[in-house]
């Protein structure tokens, strides 16, 4: 789930455009998305996706009908109505269709209904968009909390390839002056010019991931060496070649530095088998590598007995 579609709302509410929230609210089996997700719908514009298909394309028509009665409803001057209020002081039904407060239900057999393959079973909710729906729409918790050091060009493509998603990213580098303008940076990402980056490490959260790719290697090693200090990261990615991460895990092993903590140090970075050299390529496959990471973050947490859960919440950032 990410929070640039509620950010979207909030531009369309302030502009007054009159839209529909859908949003997933039970998926049944083999579905295109989780329950969660949400999408919105105005007149002329879709932003998000329920999955795509033929369950988008019923659920965007559905949505527009929605805007098209309400207006025509609606007496000259008179206040909005959220239109399925209107249909339920009118009585009207649509078959498949329940309602609760000022949101309609529909249910949809994706395969003997819609004719798609995923042959599961989807609920939709559509409320008409206003201050009500935007406040009962939360706030999703980032996928990781990353230190990024470096701002040349593989930093850049790398914040670049993680603007659109739902992370948090504390981006760090000695040089002021290599950083992008402020416009550029994204919300989610905050830059930290500082004369000794290493110094960072220790104010990262619990279960942070960390990328290192600095401009200079005595730096990468200092970054390295209070990352690896630290037995609570989820994941350390080191750029590099096959050479550099010898050197450095000598250097490591000579320090006293735990075997544990130098086998988890991810150098070369990026998912294997993808080549290229050029920054967006390397962006578009340490993203793929911190998603995976995330996954099985995930994975670990849901496995994790709930008393261990409840008592590790307060000081564990949510992956």
Not at 209 to 234: G, M, N, P, Y
Request: glycine share 8%; net charge neutral; hydrophobic share 45%.
């Amino acid at each position: 789930m990410s929070n640039t579609l509620r950010d979207t709302a909030i531009a369309w509410l302030a502009q007054s455009t009159p839209a529909v929230l859908v949003e997933v609210t039970e998926a049944l089996g083999s579905a295109p998305r989780e329950a969660g997700t949400r999408m919105l719908v105005s007149a002329s514009r879709c932003e998000g996706t329920i999955g795509g298909g033929h369950l988008e394309l019923k659920a965007i028509e559905r949505a527009r009908r929605m805007l098209d009665d309400s207006v025509r409803a609606e007496p000259v001057d008179a206040p909005r109505v959220p239109r399925p209020a209107l249909r339920q002081a009118q009585g009207e039904r649509r078959s498949g269709e329940r309602r609760s407060g000022e949101r309609s239900f529909a249910h949809y057999p994706l395969g003997p209904a819609l004719g798609q393959c995923c042959g599961g079973a989807v609920t939709l909710a559509f409320s008409v968009l206003d201050a009500k729906t935007l406040a009962a729409w939360p706030l999703a918790a980032p996928r990781f909390h990353l230190q990024l050091y470096g701002a040349g060009h593989v930093g850049r493509a790398i914040v670049r390839a993680l603007a659109p998603l739902n992370v948090r990213v504390d981006w760090i580098d000695e040089r002021d002056e290599e950083f992008p303008s402020d416009a550029e940076i994204p919300a989610h990402t905050r830059k930290i010019a500082v004369d000794a980056p290493e110094a960072e490490v220790s104010v990262a959260p619990k279960g942070a991931f960390f990328l290192v790719l600095t401009h200079r290697h005595d730096l990468d090693l200092r970054i390295a060496i209070e990352i690896l200090k630290r037995d609570d990261f989820a994941f350390f990615g080191l750029i590099g070649s096959k050479t550099k991460r010898a050197r450095f895990i000598h250097r490591f092993e000579v320090m006293g530095l735990a075997p544990e903590a130098i086998a988890r140090m991810n150098c070369p970075i990026g998912v294997p088998g993808i080549a290229g050299k050029e920054p967006e390529v390397i962006a578009a496959s340490v993203a793929a590598q911190l998603l995976a990471a995330s996954s099985r973050s995930d994975e670990a947490s849901a496995q994790t007995p709930a008393s261990a859960r409840s008592a590790a919440r307060s000081s564990t950032l949510t992956l």
